[in-house]
């Protein structure tokens, strides 16, 4: 008896000891943590990035002249030129010389000897461009562009006047907005010591011989339907960069380009698109294809919440620039991209990267960000992203860039007014 009411004791305090954890368990967990505040704002000098009117030095430019019977004619460059991906060379020659603009009022000197900054107007680029497409579109086509172009140009620059030997070439200033960048031309060694904007930016050792560390400023690309056919976003888009008519984004994802048939070991895009079109092509909410008509492309955009950025032959992509004008978070698969003006755009509050050895997981990844974080990055793009497309602010990013590769520190209000 005694025996039996021993075990029955110590069964109890034994069921009344795990009752007691239990409650102490679900008081716990009833008990939520408290909610965790956001940080106070602080000066804004501690911050990053800083506002784009905070200019770094005051970085007066020089243009040279260049004759006509040298430059590439005005008519081909605002011709032929403009509807190329090349065109930003272009665009943002015409900014600086326009007198109307606030680039050119800002940076633009006729007075050398006050200038920080010589840009050689350079359009190696539209003279390629122009002279393949005389010539059936054969890249390998160079109509003398050394003997005519290059060298006649340079000729200037460096005999007529003392700029150029002054500084050895290192304030000088030139654009080249294609693949390979310099490379296309035999003579490149005539500009080397200058300072090169291109629209590529690669970090892999195999392409080190045309991205020259720390003496090229990446720049954006510039697109047919922005920079040529000069969209008209706010047809598309409300001021908060939601689609008009209180329509949805409802296209999850949206790739459209090359190649239907990539495959999976292939260089062309290291083989990601290749899971783009077998797999992804067929998930409800992707749209995916190889091409569209561009008002097509852009009703399309104006629905889309994620555009899909593979590489391609280069690790940039121009679509990426239609993405950002039309509020389309962008999702970049190119592991080792410089993307432009990193040191003053923060890219990853307004973008999702995706490595390749992740891509077969993209729908996982992209179904896992929570809709406050999409909204986050949505309006982080839509207010600081989309800053720095050639058609806004891409010159005085460009500016700062210059002015810390040269070591010019004064810092500047531009009284941008935004
Ligand atoms: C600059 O230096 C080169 C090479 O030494 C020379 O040929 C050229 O005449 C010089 N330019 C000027 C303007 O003195």
Redesign the pocket.
């Known amino acids: 008896m005694t025996v039996i009411l021993r075990i029955n004791k110590r069964w109890i305090a034994i069921l009344g000891l795990i009752i007691g954890i239990l409650i102490i368990q679900s008081f716990n967990i009833s008990q939520p943590y408290p909610p965790v505040p956001p940080l106070p704002a602080i000066d804004i000098a501690q911050y990053w990035p800083s506002p784009v009117e905070d200019g770094h030095c005051d970085g007066k430019i020089f243009v040279y002249q260049i004759p006509d019977s040298i430059q590439v004619p005005k008519a081909v460059r605002d011709g032929r030129c403009h509807e190329s991906n090349y065109n930003s060379e272009v665009i943002l020659y015409n900014q600086l010389v326009d007198p109307d603009s606030t680039i050119h009022k800002l940076y633009v000197t006729q007075n050398p000897d006050e200038a920080s900054f010589f840009f050689i107007p350079f359009f190696g680029s539209c003279y390629l461009y122009h002279c393949w497409s005389l010539h059936g579109w054969d890249w390998d086509e160079r109509c003398d562009v050394d003997s005519r172009y290059v060298d006649p140009l340079m000729n200037i620059v ?5 700029f ?2 002054a500084s050895q070439g290192k304030d000088h200033v030139m654009i080249h907005p294609m693949d390979k960048t310099f490379t296309y031309y035999d003579h490149n060694s005539r500009f080397q010591p200058a300072i090169f904007l291109t629209t590529v930016g690669d970090k892999r050792r195999i392409w080190a011989n045309r991205h020259r560390f720390q003496r090229d400023i990446v720049i954006p690309s510039a697109t047919r339907l922005i920079h040529h056919l000069n969209i008209d976003i706010s047809q598309y888009l409300t001021q908060d960069g939601h689609p008009k008519n209180g329509n949805k984004r409802d296209i999850f994802a949206l790739f459209h380009g090359c190649c239907g048939d990539v495959q999976p070991g292939d260089l062309y895009s290291n083989g990601i698109r290749s899971l783009l079109f077998q797999y992804f092509q067929h998930y409800r909410g992707y749209d995916i294809g190889t091409g569209l008509a561009d008002m097509d492309y852009a009703e399309k955009l104006a629905r889309t919440k994620y555009g899909l950025a593979p590489m391609g032959w280069t690790l940039d992509t121009t679509r990426i620039w239609e993405y950002i004008a039309f509020g389309v978070v962008p999702v970049v698969i190119a592991d080792g991209i410089i993307e432009p003006f990193e040191r003053d755009l923060d890219w990853d509050s307004f973008i999702v990267r995706v490595r390749r050895d992740e891509v077969h997981r993209l729908d996982e990844i992209l179904h896992g960000i929570d809709d406050v974080t999409y909204e986050y990055k949505r309006r982080k793009l839509w207010e600081h992203g989309r800053s720095v497309g050639l058609e806004k602010d891409a010159w005085h990013y460009i500016v700062r860039d210059l002015c810390r590769m040269n070591d010019i520190d004064r810092p500047v209000n531009l009284h941008l007014g935004y």
């Open positions: 460096i005999q007529d006047l003392p150029w030997n």
